[in-house]
């Protein structure tokens, strides 16, 4: 069985992931017949615009140009209604749609300034995500979701109070770069969620898988995977995941109840015999 190209993207150093090809193979798990080459060309042209404006290298010159095509001429924008509909998170999507939710637009973002080689990263901000355009002397922060808007350090605090209801507080660290791997995972993660939340056991599994491939020393996924298969019935598969697990991590906090739902899989397995 030929593996996925998203899990064979995940083996290079997280430095040569290319974001876009990444979130479009992503993609492919629920648009198998997508073309790749189509999107990558919606981003080419993307980028020729933007360099038709030649801004110079001042960070808020830059931002003001891919202001100016990705907003006023695109009209990229966040989404107002179906916030967690699972097709906002997927790329071809967002480009089609030019609606999508604050991480799948900075993506579009992200890889816009990439091909012009532009130091442009995401920013990571608990319930959010931004973006960052830096140089030598400053650095801008933006907010693809609310219209790109330029955002102030204030106005990133108030982000964060709003969000959490002032119940997290307000670190200079979140304003950090976050790197390929990091965008990757966080989009999983949501999606994961999104769908558990709507009980689609089989997506959540494959998302899990996507999860494992973005982080393979991470055995907690094997845990997660088990408890995917024992929803759909697939009694063997779930034990297989504990094994794995177990064999992985076999002193964790977890260790005893794992092994105790290990016994019970096996006496199921034994039944149907």
Known sequence: MSRHPFDLLMELRTSEIRLDCAALHLARDVYPTM????????????AEAVAALRPG???????????????????????????YDPEN?????????????????SIVWIEVARRLKWPVSGVALPGNFIVRF??????????PFHDGRSLSIDDCQVLVKERFDGRIPFLMEYLRPI????????????????YLSMGDWRRAETIVRRMMA????????????????????????????????LRRLPDGRDAHITRRNLQQLRAALLARN
């Not at 998170?89 to 637009?105: E, K, T, W």
């Not at 790197?179 to 999104?194: A, S």
């Open 35 to 46: 073309s790749l080459s189509r999107y990558l060309s919606t981003l080419d042209e993307m």
């Open 57 to 83: 290298s001042a960070a808020n010159l830059r931002y003001e140009a891919m202001h100016a095509v990705l907003v006023r001429g695109y009209e990229l924008t966040g989404t107002c209604h179906s916030y």
């Open 89 to 105: 998170f997927y790329l071809n999507h967002v480009l089609d749609a030019r609606r999508g939710i604050p991480i799948s637009l």
């Open 134 to 143: 830096d140089d030598p002397d400053r650095f801008v922060l933006a907010t």
């Open 179 to 194: 790197n390929t791997r990091g965008i990757l995972l966080r989009v999983l993660k949501n999606l994961r969620n999104v």
């Open 214 to 245: 973005v982080e393979p020393g991470n055995v907690r996924h094997l845990r997660d995977l088990a408890a995917l298969c024992a929803r759909q019935g697939n009694v063997q598969g779930a034990a297989a995941h504990l094994q794995l697990y």
